[in-house]
Every structure is written in C-alpha cells, then in structure tokens.
C-alpha cells in the first residue's frame, strides 16, 4: 500500500512539473510575444511622432514662405537693416522711423507682400485680423449683385474688358469671373469677422493670406467695387439727385479718369499687373470700406504731408487702420505698443 501511495504521489508531481514546463514555455513565448508587441508598437509610435513633427515643421514653413504678410519684427531692427549707410535718405529714412517708434509708440512692423497689390492687401489684411464687420452699405445690398446689376440694369457692357491684374482676361466671362471674386470676399470676410477669438481669426487670416489665387480673387472684388462706386457717383452728377464727396470730384477732375470707362481701362486694370493704387484711389478706397486709413509716409518726413488720412472726410464710427510707406507704392503695417 505504501508503494502504490508513493508511487501515485510521484506520478502526480512528475504531471504537475511536465505541465508547468509547458505552462512555462506558453508564459515565456507570451512574455516575449507582448514584449515584442510594446517595443514594436513603442517605436511605431515615436516613427509617427517625429513623422508628424517633420510635416508640422514642413506645412509651417511653407505657409510661412508663402505668407504675403509677414510675422511682426522689431521696427528700429528692420529700419537698420534697411536703411544702411550715411546717405542723405538712409540717414531721413532712420531718423523718421525712430520718430515713429519714440512719438508714435510704432514698435513693430509687419512686412506686406511688394507687388502692385500691397495696399489693397495691407488694408485688407488688417480688416480681417481685426474683426472689423462689413461696412453698413454692404450690410444693406448683397453684393454679389453688383457685377449684374451694373451689367443688366445700369447697361455698362463694356465692364467686359475688365482685366483681373496680372491675369489680363477679357471677354463675356469677365461677368462670371467678377461673381467668383465678389463670392470669395464675401464669404471669406464673414467667417473671419464672425471669428471672435483672436489668435483663431490671426489663424484663419494667415491661411487665407498664404494662397495667392484666393488672395487675388479678394483684390479683384475690392477693385471692382471701386468701379461700382465709381459708376453710381457719376450716375450722381448726371442727375445731380445729391451731392457726392469731394474725392470723386478730384478723381473725374483727372484726364485719365473722367468717366468711369476711362476709369476702369486707365487705373484699375493695371492695378495688380503694373501699378498699384495713387493717392486719389486711396480716399476712394477707405470710402467705400468705411475705415480710416491714416499712412505715415516715412519720404515725407519733417512735412505736413508725413501723416495722412484717407479720406479726409470720414465718420467717427469709423474703425482706424494704419499703414507705413517709404515711396507711396510698397506698404507695411505698423503694429503700437504703449
């Protein structure tokens, strides 16, 4: 009896070690199997982290070389980096911008794009990341109207030789073209301005402001409210239902512009492709934004003419934007700073 219990009693161990072997084996397989799964898995996750920071990095870049308004600097460091030598203009452009930074609180600049659409683009870059809503008159038409409503109620047919800056198109597509445009500002100047949050809508603005053909498209619209503008004054004057301001008096006043045919084919197509807008088109242009646009224009420094409103007939409601000018044709924007 004592045989059989020893023997069952070393069979049972002899099971219980043949089947912890194997468990052991099964254990150890699936220790190794989970540990190659983390370490795979871990390196996975680090290859897909240095993959996206390599593309952040990559997307950030491209938007900032793309961006047609650039990331603020400091305003005295670009006026010396600019500005170098004992010229007689290096010596007054230095000498204005330290006027701006120690009188005006000016700190900071912004860069904007030089091509024959800066002022357009300063402007509007600046009604954007302001929030600045639209002006009451656009509140009141829409203005995707325009384009037909000057084609089919006012009859001015030869809005189609209308040319969209360096793209000189022509034609009977100019009306669907101009519709394009005049889409484009409207719903990209509803989203942002309808964007509360700051750094968001600065967000929103330099997306907008890195993909030139959806800039142009806003441009092109801005140009050819101009000319709506234009057209309903002249329309005035032949009425004489009321009086119009006195900017549209100066700008029939010219040779090149005195009605708005002449308006259009001498000025505002060549606006984007080989000049940009003069002084005239500036009032114009604050008018039918309703903002104040006051310019420090840095060669006129020491003169009355170094700080200028357009227009200079405004209402005080009126939202205030600034710009900076070394030549009346390339302009940047001053950011204050108390």
Request: aromatic residues 14%.
């Amino acid at each position: 009896g004592r045989h059989e219990v020893w023997s069952w009693k070393t069979a049972s161990k002899e099971s219980l070690c043949l089947m912890w072997q194997k468990v052991k084996v099964q254990l150890m397989l699936s220790m190794s199997f989970l540990t190659a799964v983390f370490w795979y898995c871990r390196r996975l996750y680090s290859f897909l982290a240095q993959l996206l920071k390599r593309w952040s990095n990559y997307l950030q870049r491209k938007l900032i070389r793309n961006l047609s308004v650039l990331p603020e600097v400091d305003l005295l460091g670009y006026s010396a980096r600019e500005w170098k030598g004992e010229t007689k203009q290096a010596k007054q452009m230095r000498e204005a911008y330290e006027e701006l930074f120690r009188s005006y609180h000016i700190k900071y600049l912004r860069q904007v794009k030089r091509d024959n659409y800066s002022v357009v683009r300063a402007v509007l870059f600046q009604i954007f990341s302001h929030g600045i809503p639209f002006p009451s008159w656009m509140k009141e038409r829409d203005i995707l109207k325009l384009p037909e409503k000057l084609l089919y109620s006012q009859g001015c047919n030869w809005i189609q030789q209308y040319s969209f800056g360096p793209e000189r198109y022509t034609g009977p597509n100019a009306f669907g073209k101009l519709r394009k445009c005049m889409e484009a500002l409207k719903t990209n100047w509803a989203e942002i301005s309808a964007t509360r949050d700051y750094e968001e809508r600065g967000n929103l603005c330099n997306i907008l402001f890195s993909d030139e053909s959806k800039e142009y498209k806003l441009y092109e619209a801005i140009k050819f409210i101009m000319l709506y503008e234009v057209v309903e004054a002249y329309e005035q004057i032949k009425s004489r239902e009321k009086p119009i301001p006195n900017l549209f008096s100066l700008l029939f006043a010219r040779d090149s512009s005195s009605d708005p045919l002449s308006f259009m084919m001498n000025h505002l197509n060549s606006i984007g492709d080989s000049i940009c807008l003069d002084q005239v088109e500036l009032f114009l242009l604050g008018y039918l934004l309703q903002v104040k646009i006051r310019v420090y224009r840095l060669h006129r420094f020491n003169t009355e003419e170094f700080q200028v409103n357009y227009p200079d007939e405004y209402r005080r409601e009126w939202n205030e934007i600034s710009l900076l000018t070394e030549d009346d044709r390339y302009y940047h924007i001053p950011l204050f700073r108390t």
